[in-house]
């Protein structure tokens, strides 16, 4: 089953019939792809994938480079990576990578119906309390990778413009964007005052936008420890770590920039029976202990399978020959401007265990704790209580307000408290940070409970007409079927075997959830009951 990945993504294949419809035409073959060992291969990425910037190891500062690689080991020794038990296509399935999301306080990352919740990087203004200094200090090495990673992303988007502008033999341009970069290696960041001075304001926003990256997944694998890698099914690239996608959840044309760790001289008998093997024999490789034996082809073609590889082709294109770039220890590449939509990317596998750090402008708009309080503050503006008797009260019924409340309080139930408690206890292996905000969501998400009620004994007074009764209840019906739906299905999902296979800090809790004997809250787990009697006052 596909992973999540390198970009988390939402895995956006060939449609399932298109897919099946091109392996079939491939039969035997396979579609041909170029490594650097390829005489064609530079000029390939030249005219085909112009948008992949690469940079090796040695333009990164040796301090910075000490620094994450040590972030990642240290996360990794405190048991905060973890597999996600991500929904596709209505079954759970475990990630093969190992992850983390750290970045702005109170950002998300959704992926695969998956909400990921920020471990906070030390950030001006927030109280954070990490579990151990040392977490502290792996997230502050992170934020040192992003803002240098933002600097580079600003200069390699202004180098591409240049170059689509034909202004690169412009002297007086060039002398420009050399300042610039210099500016922006200074200080760590793009202001509005080196823009005013270096490039037009509506450059300055654009380039800002899509590249101050909110977010960071980490990712870590063992390919080693895995039971199964599926293969590269057009190319023959060999073991997929993550299958073909376009990352998701993204801000338009924004770059994806990926710093890249594999533990190239970590102790592995797997990679010396390998290369202890004269090519042609019998090889031995580890899979969680036991060992499989595997054949090595005398005559290897295309990539090394021992190096991990970054693999691009241009979607629904079956002309143009793939692309597989070899990933070394400290390597970052960059995916910009449209670079995601135009073309997918996948992950192939090495021998060595990998870290990656994954920067990306998240598409926010629904996904902080600044939108999801406004959302809940929206909500409860329906709510009243007289000022004598402390009854609360519903200002409206009118069918869009109650549709806009039930449907925030759907927002708040599903796509927020019960994606935070399915992922367990695992935020306390780095910090307690989410606990209060969560705990104030459900004290909003309790008020909305009340609300919820007081539709329902509105609407069995009968005090409206016929007509805006029944289009009251039709509206509300809709949302609260939908509700006892998803209700259903994460709780089966908390249930299930995968769930239950987890380690005790990382089971899912199914949260909110009461039984009908407690009388604090003012509706029943299960809506089957009210839904059915709506459904009679609606005959």
Not at 35 to 58: E, G, I, M, N
Not at 72 to 89: A, E, G, P, S
Not at 118 to 139: M, N
Not at 251 to 257: G, K, Q
Request: glycine share 4%; net charge negative.
């Amino acid at each position: 089953m596909d992973s999540a990945n390198e970009g988390e993504p939402r895995h956006t294949h060939f449609i399932t019939g298109g897919k099946k419809k091109l392996l079939e035409e491939l039969g035997e073959g396979r579609l041909p792809y170029m490594t650097p060992a390829d005489a064609d291969f530079h000029q390939l990425w030249k005219t085909k994938y112009s948008k992949l910037v690469f940079r090796k190891s040695d333009t990164v500062p040796e301090e910075l480079h000490q620094m994450v690689q040590e972030s990642f080991l240290t996360l990794r020794k405190h048991d905060c990576f973890f597999q996600d038990l991500v929904r596709i296509k209505g079954k759970d399935f475990f990630t093969p990578v190992s992850r983390i999301l750290i970045g702005n306080p109170g950002c998300t990352y959704k992926y695969l119906n998956t909400r990921l919740f920020t471990v906070p990087w030390p950030t001006e203004g927030y109280e954070i309390k990490y579990c151990s200094p040392q977490i502290h200090d792996a997230c502050k090495a992170l934020i040192k990778l992003n803002d240098y990673l933002h600097v580079e992303a600003v200069k390699a988007l202004q180098g591409q413009n240049l170059l689509e502008s034909k202004e690169t033999e412009d002297t007086s341009v060039i002398d420009r964007e050399q300042n610039f970069a210099t500016s922006l290696r200074e200080k760590g960041s793009v202001s509005q005052d080196q823009s005013s001075c270096c490039v037009p304001e509506d450059d300055f926003t654009s380039l800002n936008s899509r590249t101050s990256y909110n977010v960071t997944l980490l990712n870590y694998m063992d390919p080693l420890q895995m039971l199964y890698l599926k293969q590269e099914p057009y190319f023959g690239m060999g073991n997929m770590a993550v299958s073909w996608h376009h990352d998701e959840n993204l801000v338009e044309r924004s770059t994806v920039a990926v710093y890249s760790y594999s533990c190239e001289e970590a102790e592995s008998p797997a990679l010396h029976i390998w290369n202890s093997r004269s090519p042609g024999s019998q090889a031995f490789v580890l899979h969680r202990g036991s060992p499989v034996e595997e054949t090595y082809d005398q005559k290897l073609e295309g990539r090394d399978p021992a190096v991990w590889h970054v693999g691009l082709k241009v979607a629904w294109d079956i002309e143009t020959p793939g692309l597989a770039v070899p990933l070394r220890q400290g390597d970052f590449y960059l995916m910009l401007d449209d670079l995601n939509t135009t073309h997918q990317h996948c992950v192939l596998a090495g021998f060595s265990p990998r870290f990656s750090s994954t920067h990306r402008v998240a598409d926010c708009s629904r996904g902080t704790l600044e939108y999801i309080f406004g959302q809940c503050e929206l909500a409860l503006q329906n709510l009243q209580t007289d000022s004598n008797s402390r009854a609360l009260s519903l200002k409206s019924l009118e069918t869009a307000v109650v549709k806009q409340v039930e449907e925030i309080h759907n927002e708040v139930e599903f796509e927020w408290l019960r994606q935070f408690w399915f992922q367990g206890k695992r935020y306390l292996k780095c910090t307690d940070w989410w606990l209060k905000p969560m705990a104030k969501l459900e004290e909003y998400w309790r008020k909305m409970e009340t609300m919820t009620s007081l539709v329902l004994h509105e609407v069995r007074k009968k005090e409206q007409t016929e007509e805006q009764r029944n289009e009251t209840i039709s509206c509300f019906l809709l949302v609260l079927t939908e509700r006892q739906r998803l209700r259903k299905e994460w709780t089966a999902r908390c249930q299930s075997e995968a769930a239950e296979s987890l380690p005790e800090d990382q089971k899912p809790e199914c949260h909110p959830f009461w039984t009908n004997d407690e009388c604090n809250m003012p509706l029943p787990y299960d809506l089957e009951e009210v839904i059915a009697h709506l459904q009679n006052l609606v005959q």
